[in-house]
């Protein structure tokens, strides 16, 4: 790397060039922004010593995507696209450091250096989500200015085959799926050397946000249960099981219609009976040995090697319930042992003592669907289901 010094006012890296060349910066301090096609210029981040510049156009291989000025004087090492990509081909390992680069900078703020900017017949208005898997956007459709969610894949993830086939299914499992408490999915495309998903716009408050506010009362949570009833109904009976059903993964709507997200870890069963209410336990087809979803909110069976079946989301759809109405987490530990622990010796509380008090119907569905061995479960999605309404909270 060829070391160099800048002067204060000085533009390392110019907006809409193309990239040519990586900065580390030694010493100095340096601003990030965006300037938008309305002319306003959007605050990005400050850089110091040992800040990367320029990773997103050689992970790319689009052009700049902010402008980068100098505050003070600055001290940067300099290394050229091609010696970089030269010794990206001796260490490979180079080029996924990169990539894990821009993932930490993508989508910590509403406004970063891809908003504003235009991809395959989309513009990116604000980032609206950060995940595992990937950061979602707010974006208009150029054609009609309908606003869309994009799902765009963490770079990070570019490199771990099963994480790339996980988005692929994600994808796949959406597009055989038509429910209103679904997000729709219009196509896929790839641009910035990763993919994206183009899904239906979603806008309300997750559940976690609600519940954070304390309990609610049980006829506000019926509504809620019965219409997350009614969609799991429908995806068990597609040989779906969602498997990360959390209250951030959840989206009321102001209208009270919820919206059931994230099919990131669904697993798809291609040959289990689809017939209603049976329990046969779902063939894990692609990822047999994966366990993924959160801690706190995992039924006891996915942190064991058994395959998983409907059961599990009936577990994830009572810690929900549980939640809104004790206005907490079945399960507080931090600690991930400490959350099976606690987990395998959870004991529902008395119907009086779940927040506000429950009625002894919205007890006995909590008392036996989340019975920590999936086999003593009990749970009847159609009966649930008849309590959907739509739920309108004040937020």
Known sequence: MEVRDYDAGDLLVRQ???GSFLLVLIDGEASACVRQADGKVTPLAELRAGSVIGEMSLVTNEPRTADIICRTPVRAARLSVDDFDALALQYPELRALLTEVVAERLGQSPYDSLSGKGVNGYRIVRSVGRG???IVYEAVRLVDGERVALKMMNHGLLYQPKAVQRFQREADTLSSLSHRAIARLYGRFTAYKTQFLVLEFCQGTTLNIISSHGPMDEGTVRQIVGQLADVLQYVHDRGVIHQ?????????SDSGQVKLLDFGIAIVDRTASHSRGSNETTTRTFFPLERLGTPRYMAPEQFGSEDLDRRTDWYGLAN??????????????SDLFAIIKERQEFVVPP?????LGVSQEMHDFLVNALKPRREDRSVDLGQLAKWAKPAVVAH
């Open 16 to 18: 809409g060039d193309q």
């Open 132 to 134: 595992g898997m990937g």
């Open 244 to 252: 990360d059903m959390k209250p951030s993964n959840v989206m009321l």
């Open 320 to 333: 929900i319930a549980y939640e809104l109405l004790a206005g907490r987490p079945a399960v507080e530990a």
């Open 351 to 355: 119907a009086s003592q779940i927040g």
